[in-house]
Structure formats: C-alpha cells, structure tokens
C-alpha cells in the first residue's frame, strides 16, 4: 500500500516559531510512514506546481528551530481566490497523492484553505473533464482533509490562549521597551511606542503592564471623548508621585468612538498639547515580526505541528485548529473559530466594547483592569483609620521575576489603602529588623529588572530565632506577610503556623507565591522565573550548536533543576536536542548502552552534532562527566564530546515577558486573599498558583495532597507526558509510538 502523503505550508504574514510547526510535521509524518511535502511561496506554490512542491526529508528540517520567519517562504496569491487558480492547486496536490495539508497561518490563510477543502470534489470533476486528471487519480482523493495552526503575532485568534509567533513578538517590545525607559529616564522624557495588532490590542496591552508603562490605546476598547486630558492626567500624577519618565503604547489600529485613528503621532501632539513637553515616537514595526523564536515559541509550536499531523493521518473528523487554551492543546472548529475572530471587528464597529473585550477571553478583561491599577498612583480605595500593613519578604534561590512580583504587591497593596514595606534579605532580615517601607514610586523600575532588589536567602532561621521574627512582627505592627519564592519560603510559613501556640505574632495571614526556576512548587505548573531560565538555556544550547557545527561532535549539556525535570525536557524540546535525562525517570546502564549505539550510529550516517541534555539530579553516579568520558570511549575517532555546566546564568537576566506578567496575575490573586483575609479579621496561611490557566488559592495545610514531601515534587507534573514528542521529532532512530496528546474539547 502506497504510503500517505501529506503536505504543510505556510501562507500570508511569517511568524517567529513557523519553522519548528513545519519541522514537527515532517519529522512526525516520516516517523508514522507517511510522506512529507512542503508547499513553498504559500497558495501561491500550490497553484504554480513544479518545484514548489517538494518531498522533504529528516535532514531538510535540520537546524531550523531557532530561525524565523519560515524556510519554506510565504506569499499571499490572488490566484488562488478565483476557480481557476484553485483547480491549479488541487491539480498539482491530487497529481503528486497529496490530500492532507497542514495550514499555517492567518484567518485568511485558513479561510482559503477550507474553501478548497469545499471545493475540492467539484474541483476534481472539472479536472477529469478537462482530463486533466484521470478517474482513478480522482477516486483514489475523494476529500482533502485539513488541520490548521494559527501562526500570527497578533494573537487575534478568538478561542486559543496564545498563537505561534506572539510570545516572540512581546519579547521583541518588552527589548525595545526596557531600552527606551532607560533614556526616557535619564531625560524625564515620553515616548509614545506604536506596536502592531490592527483589530487585537494583547501586544499592547500586554507590553504595556509587561514594561511598566503609563497608558495604553487597544483596539477593543476605544477610549472615550477627551481621552487626551485623562492621558495626561494619568502621566502628570505619575511624574508628581515620582516618576521620571512616561511611556505610552498604542496598537496600529487604535481608533476613538468616531473611528478616527489615534496615531502615535496623534498622542504625541496631545501630550505637547496638555503637558507642555515634546514626546518622542518610536514605531517598532517589522522588527516584531523577526529575530529567533522565543522558548515558547519553539516547544509550543512543536507540539502543535506533532498533534496537527496525528490529527490528519489518524482522525477522519471535520477540519479543525489546533490551538492551545489553559496551557493545554484544544481542537477547535475551523470556520467557527476564524468568524468568532471576524465578529470582533464587527463588535467595536458598532459600539459593544465589552462584548469585543469579552471575546478575547476573561484573562484579557482582567488585564485590562490590572493595568489601571498599576499605571495610576491614586489608590481607588481609602486607607482604613488603622493603617494595616503588609510585609514582602523573598525566601529561596533567586527567580527571575521577584522584583516584578514585588512591584505588583506594592501597587496592589497601596491600591488596597495598605502601607506595604519590604523585608531585606529573607527571613534573615526579619530576625534583624531589617525592614524598609515600599512606595509607589520605589518600585517603578522594578518591573523589567532582574536580580531581587529586596534580597533572598534560602535560609529558614532556627526555631528558637522564631521568637525574634515574632518580635519584629509586633513591632513593625505587620498584619499581613507576604512570601515570595520556593519551597523554602513555603516551609517556613508552614513552620510559622505551627508557631503560633508559643508567638501569637504569627498569628496574620500569610501567603505563598511560587517564584523558583526548577518549576517543583505545589498547586502551581509554572513557577515565576521557569520561563526567563528556559529561554536562558535555549540561547545557551543554540550557541553551543553553533560551536560543534564545524566539528563531528557530541555535547552534554547540564541544566538546573534539582528533582524536578522541567528545565531539562522543555530545554531539550526548544533546542532539538537527541537525547535528555530527567530526575522523575533516571539513568540505567542499560538505557546509556542504548543511547549511545543510538549516538555511533547517527555519526556513522553523517550526523555532525549530537546533543544532549541532563538535569543536574538526573543520577548521583551518571554525571555529565562521567555522561561525556562515556560517551568519548565508545565513540572513539568517530567524534569528540564536550560538556557544559550552564549554571546560575539560569538565575540572571531580566525577566521574560511571561514571567513578568505570571507575576502580575499570581500576584493579584494572593492580595485579593489577603484582603479578603484582614477585612475578615481571618489568619489563614495559604499559597496561589497556576493550573490549567486559572489562578487558584489553596491552604498550606493541605499542601501535601498535591506535592510529594519525599521526591519535593507535585504529584501532577503536566509536562511529563511530553518526552516521547521530544524523540520523535529530534531523532530519526526513535521506534516508540506516537501518542497523541491529551486535547481538550473546544465545547
């Protein structure tokens, strides 16, 4: 039996992370039996034909992860959207087997390429009459089946969390928006940033709490008339409450209620206008659109194109887009999802901005109001006639994030009426008194800035210091504590409960917010910090591949972790890595004298580069150094193996743009509690996380129903399940099944 042929493309605008859809496809079609075609230049190299459709092989895939834009070209055509140009494309797509296409793109791209699909059996009599093609040819393809992937930068997808290439596109904003607050404050300037998103405003609104910034213009929501006195009212309590620059985002398609565009030229003469100070203008353009994919943009997408092909090759179902919602897959219904997106045009045409904002999903409503709560230095609520305070301390290894979890604290906390202060490095502090009270303006540059500006320690005082840090409670008057960190700082708020019996000063509520780069806290599958040390690796590895380019060469690469896996399976996936070791499966002997025969004999067939990753508690006696020796005997004159540590690099650098607006959203979720806590005069000690997309509150007594004290791991660890993908689209010599991913289904 002839094997299937199946074919992916990409069509309209590029995105960073296409290349790793169109990599996944491939590798997983040629590791089910099928056979993978590229359809180069989009539509376009569908209707022309001839070399434009192309067989691809394992190797043709080969070190395109981490480029952008798509080497497989995209191009928009205007044949294709008449009959003529059509029948061309179905002509060269049933002439070479081909009746299951993989579709990359915008809503346009998907829209055309449904219509084929509903043309497609018509299209194919009209060949026969032609003859064209023959009647067996046309029998032998009855239907075309289809699965798209929404590659945009936009996010403008209504019914999937996140599209490939955003992630990337926030990335290169937050870069651009970090370096122009540096000069803005040294002049005490404005600038007025325009970023792309013509009917979605999530680059902007995201960038805009992300970076920091003042005000923010979305297309979802026109402002309201006079929108440029309330600008630069904003801007002018901000420069009063100390602020020295002022920063403002405006999405390309911004309108006001009379559908007149409020260009960033527009804001610049109002803030002139208003404030008497000249604003500069920076309009970023297509330097969103490239550059490398981000971390995410490289194993999201991965799996997508994976799923995407397992849904073609073993589901006979309706077409559909294969997305993610709630950090999970979701199948969607190809057509509904592309007019759910048109209908929100058709929303802020005629008015109903809340219904446009709604359809963006409830997180994008919520970050709406976060925004406004953090921009504005005048509190919406009244300090009570007794002043409460809430306390920040850091207690575990650095995260990158911390400051921005902290900001987000103060501004919550003061918006709330509290007095916030902050504690200096860790419980330690606390012992010592070393206490520092928090304002608005201390914290406004802490949002894109790595390290911890208050400290942290991962140290837990001894039980007999307890009745100092008691001490210092009472003194300081604090009636709320908040622990930013891992696991650390979720042991000592359990020990501080249990204190309470002998020091009633522990008796406030406190809450726990998971900020560690292994990723291991409870009730939580992302931790603040995870991600900024994932996209870390990933540019560590890719400049490690580039070093063994010009060498037949083997490299072991050790990444952070301790028990828990995350960094080295998710690294290992965006990297392309041959091989990973994790700590939740180990290393056998036997599982090393299958690996690296593996490894001989990828060589042997021409292999230059052969990488992998171990976490650093992947075993106590198969080292890395013992991993490269190993692997260098066996090997022999047929390669040679390096290995690097990457190290607390992993720790450094400014948070990602995920990590700064996890931040935000985790921490709003623990202040509301607390609040919540101190108006019921309650004195519960709980901790906020993440799962499946909501932010949740759970009770620290009941922390080891879903986190294992012996492994110091929780017992649902979502990413596990992803290691086979990580084989079958990075070694050719994999022979275990392709499981498909668990989906959710669109209701």
């Known amino acids: 039996m002839e094997p299937v042929k199946i074919a992916v493309l990409t069509s309209g605008g590029d995105a960073q992370g296409m290349n790793a859809i169109v990599r996944a496809v491939i590798r997983t079609a040629l590791h089910e039996g099928a056979r993978p075609f590229a359809i180069r230049e989009g539509w376009k190299g569908a209707v022309e034909g ?117 992630d990337s596109a926030l990335h290169r904003i937050i870069d651009a928006v970090d370096a122009i607050s540096s000069t803005a404050e040294s002049h005490r300037r404005s600038f007025v940033i325009e970023v792309m998103g013509r009917h979605c405003g999530y680059l902007a609104l995201m960038s805009a709490i992300a970076g920091g910034c003042d005000y923010v213009f979305v297309p979802e929501m026109p402002p309201a008339d006079g929108w440029e006195d309330d600008m630069c009212r904003v801007l002018r309590a901000g420069r009063k409450a100390g602020r020295r620059d002022s920063i403002i985002i405006v999405a390309e398609g911004a309108t006001d209620r009379r559908g007149e565009r409020i260009t960033s030229e527009r804001v610049a003469q109002a803030l002139e206008a208003g404030l008497g100070e000249e604003a500069r203008v920076t309009l970023l353009g297509h330097v969103q659109r490239g550059g490398p994919p981000s971390a995410y943009d490289r194993w999201m997408p991965t799996l997508l194109g994976y799923t995407a092909t397992l849904e073609l090759l073993r589901s006979d179902g309706e077409p559909v887009i294969i997305g993610t919602r709630r950090n999970r897959l979701v199948r969607l219904p190809l057509m509904q999802a592309v007019e759910d997106t048109r209908a929100v045009k058709t929303y802020t045409a005629e008015g109903d901005y809340r219904r446009a904002v709604e359809s963006r999903g409830s997180s994008y409503a919520e970050m709406i109001d976060v925004f406004s709560t953090l921009s504005s230095p005048v509190p919406r609520r009244a300090p009570s006639a007794k002043r409460r305070r809430i306390a920040i301390v850091h207690v575990g290894g650095l995260a990158p994030g911390m400051n921005a979890a902290a900001r987000t604290a103060v501004r919550f906390g003061i918006d709330h009426g509290y007095d916030m202060v902050g504690v200096q490095n860790g419980l330690p502090g606390l012992v010592d008194g070393d206490i520092i009270p928090l304002s608005w303006s201390d914290v406004d540059s802490w949002s894109g800035s790595g390290g911890a500006e208050l400290g942290t320690r991962r140290t837990i005082p001894p039980v007999e210091d307890f009745y100092t840090m008691g001490r210092t409670l009472e003194e300081q008057e604090i009636d709320g504590l908040l622990i930013i960190g891992g696991l650390n700082g979720y042991e000592a708020a359990a020990l501080m409960k249990e204190e309470r019996r002998r020091f009633p000063a522990f008796r406030i509520p406190i809450m726990c917010v998971p900020a560690s780069i292994d990723n291991n806290l409870p009730g939580s599958e992302l931790s603040i910090g995870a991600d900024t040390a994932l996209n870390t690796n990933v540019e560590v590895l890719n400049r490690i591949k580039q070093s063994a380019s010009a060498s037949r060469r083997c490299f072991v690469a050790e990444v952070m972790g301790r028990n828990a896996g995350y960094l080295a399976l998710m690294s290992a996936i965006a990297s392309g890595a041959e091989q990973v070791y994790l700590a939740e499966t180990g290393i056998t002997l036997k599982q090393l004298e299958t690996d690296t025969k593996v490894m001989i004999d990828a060589f042997e067939n021409g292999r230059r580069l052969y990488l992998v990753v171990r976490n650093e508690y992947a075993s106590e006696h198969y080292t890395t150094d013992f991993l490269a020796r190993l692997f260098e005997a066996e090997g022999k004159e047929l390669f040679d193996v390096r290995q690097a540590v990457i190290g607390h690099q992993q720790q450094g650098g400014n948070p990602s743009p995920f990590d700064r607006l996890l931040a935000v959203r985790l921490i709003r979720r623990a202040m509301e509690k607390l609040d919540s806590l101190l108006v019921q005069g309650r004195d519960d000690c709980a901790y906020v996380g993440m799962a499946e997309g909501q932010i949740s509150c759970h009770p620290l007594s009941r922390m080891e129903e879903q986190w294992d004290p012996r492994t110091r791991l929780p017992y649902d660890q979502w990413w596990l399940g992803l290691k086979d993908v990580a084989y079958i689209v990075s070694n050719p010599h994999h022979s275990g099944p392709a499981e498909v991913l668990p989906i959710v289904e669109d209701a």
């Open 50 to 166: 001839g070399d434009l459709i192309r067989e691809m092989s394992w190797g043709d895939v080969s070190t395109i992860l981490h480029r952008g834009g798509t080497i497989i070209g995209t191009a928009r055509s205007d044949r294709f959207r008449e009959r003529e140009g059509m029948r061309a494309a179905a002509k060269n797509l049933v002439s070479l087997g081909i009746d299951r296409i993989v579709s990359i793109g915008g809503d346009g791209t998907l829209t055309g390429t449904n219509e084929l699909k509903l043309q497609w059996s018509s299209l194919l009599a009209e060949l026969v009459e032609l003859g064209e093609i023959d009647q067996e040819t046309a029998d032998r393809h009855p239907t075309l089946r289809i699965a798209g992937v929404v590659g945009s930068i936009d996010n403008d997808l209504v019914g999937t969390d996140m599209t490939v290439g955003a």
